[in-house]
Nanobody, 126 residues
């Protein structure tokens, strides 16, 4: 199982980015997959997760209405569209997955997942 996140970078406040997570070794058709972030000195935060078990998508309050998660099962890739970025969104963003989804998207975002990729840094300047 491999997860490769990409798309991070430096962006001005109010700008947008799209993060990609290329998954291999399993299929998104039966998986849970999500995006987490960790800012310096802060705990890891589950910001958006998808569960194939019930088709639900969870968003943390901190990103709701600004970030959108999507998946392309043909490409076995998950995306996170980041809009209206704020300096407080600066963090390392990680994608994570469970190869078989057995819980809700909310549960996974609050409890974490089994497999993790290396992060991609998002820096938002004011």
């Amino acid at each position: 199982v491999q997860l490769q996140a990409s798309g991070g970078g430096l962006v001005q406040s109010g700008g947008s980015l799209r993060l990609s997570c290329d998954a291999s070794g399993f299929t998104l058709d039966y998986a849970a997959i999500g995006w987490f972030r960790q800012a310096p000195g802060k705990e890891r935060e589950g910001i958006s997760c998808f569960s194939s078990r019930d088709g639900s998508v969870y968003y943390a309050d901190s990103v709701k209405g600004r970030f959108t998660m999507s998946t392309n099962n043909y490409r076995n890739t998950a995306y996170l569209h980041l809009d209206s970025l704020k300096p407080e969104d600066t963090a390392v963003y990680y994608c994570a997955a469970n190869i078989v989804s057995a819980a809700s998207s909310s549960w996974y975002c609050h409890n974490g997942m089994d497999y993790w990729g290396e992060g991609t840094l998002v820096t938002v300047s004011s």
